[in-house]
């Protein structure tokens, strides 16, 4: 079978479905009693690459300066949670907040940030580890 007859016989359904992990962090299931479950789902090719330009700094002239990586990670968690819960209104308003994305970043540590998103950048597709050796050497 060659790869066209392979792929008229799928499911394009199924290979088109996007890639979803509960993802626990448990720090806040212990804190609250209950598992604080966050139920994440993969992004779409074109907003994960919406979210990763927002992320760009640049200076007066255009030049690209960095990136601010906390706002690229806040914003990939956000767009990825699948839960009601963690965008109620009244959950928003008792922590001070206006977002899902502002709730994340003040309930969420640094190092949960982190492993949330190389959990979601998992479901798109990203290898975190081979990216991480990468980066090391």
Do not use: W
């Not at 509960?22 to 212990?30: F, M, P, Q």
């Not at 994440?40 to 030049?63: F, P, Y």
């Amino acid at each position: 079978m060659n790869l066209v007859d392979a792929l008229l016989d799928s499911d394009a359904g199924k290979l088109l479905e996007k890639a979803k992990k509960d993802y626990e962090v448990k720090r806040l299931s212990n804190m609250l009693g209950c598992p604080f479950v966050m139920h994440l789902e993969q992004l779409d090719n074109k907003r994960m690459t919406e979210l990763q330009e927002s992320a760009v700094k640049m200076d007066r002239r255009g030049k690209v300066t960095g990136t601010d990586l906390f706002a690229l990670q806040t914003a990939v968690i956000a767009e990825s949670i699948n839960n009601p819960e963690l965008a109620d209104t009244k959950v928003l308003k008792h922590f001070k907040v206006a977002t899902p994305r502002e709730f994340i970043a003040k309930i969420l540590n640094a190092g949960e940030i982190t492993n949330v998103y190389n959990e979601v950048s998992r479901l798109c597709g990203y290898d975190v580890e081979e990216e991480a050796e990468k980066v090391k050497n």
